[in-house]
């Protein structure tokens, strides 16, 4: 399913917020998960850093490794995951699921978008 223009343009945009959105909540989670102030520092540092580094390896637009299509959708479900777990573990429930429900339309909008260029260029 080909994206009318301006819709591609507002998914990828929505795509991108939801990426922001995400390192934001691991920090906030590795902020709230401990009680010692320089525990709290690194884990608010070193969740979104990790989720950082491996979306650029694998999932980013320009990553420094090509993979499969299945792998990308791999890394985005472990970020995004991460990402609602952590909303979870800052109790927020319905963050959680809005989130969840927010990437999963996103991530299906953008995947049949990129399936439809495939087919149109092969």
Known sequence: MKLPAPLHVLNEGLAF?????????????????????????????????VAAVVWGLFA????????PLAGVLAVKALV???ATLALLGVDRPA???AFAA???VNTALA????????????
């Open 17 to 49: 917020l939801l990426e922001l959105a995400a390192l934001a909540v691991l920090a906030w989670w590795g902020w709230e998960s401990a009680e010692n102030t320089a525990l709290r520092l690194l884990l608010a540092l070193a969740a979104p850093a």
């Open 80 to 82: 995004f995951g991460a």
């Open 95 to 97: 963050w959680a699921i």
């Open 102 to 104: 927010v990437t999963l």
């Open 60 to 67: 980013a637009p320009r990553a420094r490794f090509r993979v």
């Open 111 to 122: 995947t049949a978008d990129r399936r439809a260029a495939m087919h149109r260029g092969a």
